[in-house]
Protein backbone atom coordinates (compact mmCIF):
# COMPACT_ATOMS: atom_id res chain seq x y z
CA UNK A 1 0.00 0.00 0.00
CA UNK A 2 2.94 2.29 0.74
CA UNK A 3 4.53 1.41 -2.53
CA UNK A 4 1.30 2.27 -4.30
CA UNK A 5 0.85 5.70 -2.62
CA UNK A 6 4.13 6.70 -3.12
CA UNK A 7 3.86 6.13 -6.94
CA UNK A 8 0.39 8.06 -6.21
CA UNK A 9 2.47 11.05 -5.11
CA UNK A 10 5.08 10.86 -7.84
CA UNK A 11 7.76 9.73 -6.07
CA UNK A 12 10.19 7.12 -7.22
CA UNK A 13 9.71 3.16 -6.43
CA UNK A 14 12.31 2.97 -3.61
CA UNK A 15 12.61 0.31 -0.65
CA UNK A 16 9.07 -1.69 -0.94
CA UNK A 17 9.81 -4.26 -2.84
CA UNK A 18 9.78 -7.34 -0.53
CA UNK A 19 7.27 -9.98 -0.48
CA UNK A 20 5.11 -11.62 1.63
CA UNK A 21 5.97 -15.10 4.37
CA UNK A 22 4.12 -18.10 2.98
CA UNK A 23 1.45 -17.52 5.58
CA UNK A 24 -0.13 -20.93 5.08
CA UNK A 25 3.32 -23.05 6.52
CA UNK A 26 3.12 -19.71 8.83
CA UNK A 27 -0.18 -20.98 10.41
CA UNK A 28 0.90 -24.21 10.69
CA UNK A 29 3.77 -23.61 12.58
CA UNK A 30 1.11 -22.47 14.96
CA UNK A 31 -1.02 -25.46 14.64
CA UNK A 32 -3.52 -23.24 12.41
CA UNK A 33 -4.92 -24.60 9.14
CA UNK A 34 -3.60 -22.24 6.53
CA UNK A 35 -5.14 -21.88 2.91
CA UNK A 36 -4.38 -20.16 0.19
CA UNK A 37 -6.90 -18.88 -2.46
CA UNK A 38 -6.23 -18.69 -5.50
CA UNK A 39 -9.53 -18.02 -7.72
CA UNK A 40 -12.83 -16.06 -6.68
CA UNK A 41 -14.38 -19.53 -6.90
CA UNK A 42 -12.71 -20.91 -4.31
CA UNK A 43 -13.09 -18.79 -1.11
CA UNK A 44 -17.00 -19.97 -0.52
CA UNK A 45 -15.37 -23.53 -0.45
CA UNK A 46 -12.62 -22.26 1.77
CA UNK A 47 -14.93 -20.44 3.88
CA UNK A 48 -17.52 -23.54 4.50
CA UNK A 49 -14.60 -26.16 5.11
CA UNK A 50 -13.42 -23.55 7.55
CA UNK A 51 -16.41 -23.04 9.52
CA UNK A 52 -17.23 -26.90 9.47
CA UNK A 53 -13.82 -28.07 10.67
CA UNK A 54 -14.40 -25.66 13.82
CA UNK A 55 -10.69 -24.40 15.17
CA UNK A 56 -7.75 -21.39 13.79
CA UNK A 57 -8.07 -21.14 10.34
CA UNK A 58 -5.78 -18.32 8.28
CA UNK A 59 -7.00 -17.51 4.58
CA UNK A 60 -4.29 -16.32 2.26
CA UNK A 61 -6.27 -14.12 0.17
CA UNK A 62 -4.79 -12.28 -2.67
CA UNK A 63 -5.38 -8.32 -3.32
CA UNK A 64 -4.94 -6.73 -6.79
CA UNK A 65 -3.69 -3.29 -5.57
CA UNK A 66 -3.64 -1.82 -8.90
CA UNK A 67 -7.59 -1.25 -8.83
CA UNK A 68 -7.30 0.99 -5.83
CA UNK A 69 -6.55 4.35 -7.82
CA UNK A 70 -9.43 3.94 -9.91
CA UNK A 71 -11.74 2.75 -7.23
CA UNK A 72 -10.46 5.64 -4.90
CA UNK A 73 -9.66 8.59 -7.03
CA UNK A 74 -12.60 8.28 -9.90
CA UNK A 75 -15.44 6.03 -8.36
CA UNK A 76 -15.60 7.00 -4.90
CA UNK A 77 -15.53 10.51 -5.56
CA UNK A 78 -18.12 10.11 -8.71
CA UNK A 79 -20.71 7.88 -6.00
CA UNK A 80 -19.90 10.67 -3.15
CA UNK A 81 -21.16 13.37 -5.06
CA UNK A 82 -23.88 11.29 -6.73
CA UNK A 83 -25.31 10.42 -2.99
CA UNK A 84 -24.63 13.61 -1.40
CA UNK A 85 -26.01 15.95 -4.37
Known amino acids: ?24 QY ?4 GAAG ?12 LDLAFDAGGVHLIDLPVDY ?3 G ?3 FDEIPKESARILS
Open 35 to 46: HRITSDAELPKV
Open 66 to 68: SLN
Open 1 to 24: MVRWKQAQMGFADFGLTYQNPDFV
Open 27 to 30: AASY
Open 70 to 72: PVL
